[in-house]
């Protein structure tokens, strides 16, 4: 069985950096998509950031130029650096998968992890 836990969120001031893990155990093999998403309060879950098998990194506009992800296939542990955290930026964080896919252009993230909280006061 294949788990996703996530780490490393917090309750931070505008302005701060925080770095999200997600570490992934089990049967996982290599080399598939994978990515971060966010849920605020009342608001749809937002795709921010996917990383193809081969290490290409794509984001959304809004936090393109403030995140980085990137994956250490070695301590199967997927990274989400955020730089110039901004209010908006409050959300659920979670890390999720297709193990199916190396692109993720098409990908169906079949594996979730639980999230972890990430707020950022004004």
């Known amino acids: 069985q294949v788990t996703l836990v996530e780490s490393g969120g917090g309750s931070v001031q505008a302005g701060g950096s925080l770095r999200l893990a997600c570490v992934v155990s089990?049967?996982?093999?290599?080399?598939?998509?994978m990515g971060w998403f966010r849920q605020a309060p009342g608001k749809e879950r937002e795709r921010v950031a996917t990383?193809?098998?081969?290490?290409?990194?794509s984001y959304t506009d809004s936090v393109k130029d403030r995140f980085a992800i990137s994956k250490d296939n070695m301590k199967n542990t997927l990274t989400l650096r955020i730089n110039g955290l901004k209010p908006e930026d409050t959300a659920m964080y979670y890390c999720?998968?297709?193990?199916?896919?190396?692109?993720?252009?098409?990908?169906?993230?079949?594996?979730w992890g639980h999230g972890t909280q990430v707020t950022v006061s004004s």
């Open positions: 990383i193809n098998g081969d290490g290409s990194p």
């Open positions: 089990g049967d996982t093999g290599r080399g598939y998509c």
């Open positions: 999720a998968a297709d193990m199916s896919r190396a692109t993720c252009s098409d990908a169906q993230f079949t594996n």
